[in-house]
């Protein structure tokens, strides 16, 4: 991580994005959580990106990712939730009955720049998202 380099400019473009599973269903779990986790990750490396902190909750994914400059949020997001709905419904058929529609994923995701005075803060915030969800819960 860290500043990147290309032809004509040097930037630092980080994204804390977070999207869930149509209707908030809670499927990210067991084999469903490992395997999205390998795809997003694969995702970032073939699109040389950087996965800062990842963290995949039974009913949403926080995602920190560093991108290079000429790569849009959105397009991002459609590489990432494109791909991965695809792929998460041909390895674990069950998941398509539960959606009924052609995406595993509901429209829509919340996506933030992150800046380097804040980032330590929001990669804590990703990594303790089990303890932070737990909390809620009592």
Partial sequence: MGLKKYNHSVGEYIYHFTFIPKYRKRRLVGKIKER????????????EWEVVELSIEPDHVHLLIQTNT???PST???AIKGGTSKKLREMFPSLAESTWLKSFWADGYYGST???KELEKVK??????????????R
């Fill in 76 to 78: 991002i997001m459609q």
């Fill in 124 to 137: 804590e915030y990703v990594r303790n998202q089990k303890e932070h969800h737990a909390k809620e819960e």
């Fill in 36 to 47: 999205l986790a390998g795809m997003i990750k694969f995702c970032a490396q073939i699109n």
């Fill in 114 to 116: 992150v800046g380097t």
């Fill in 70 to 72: 000429d790569d849009s």
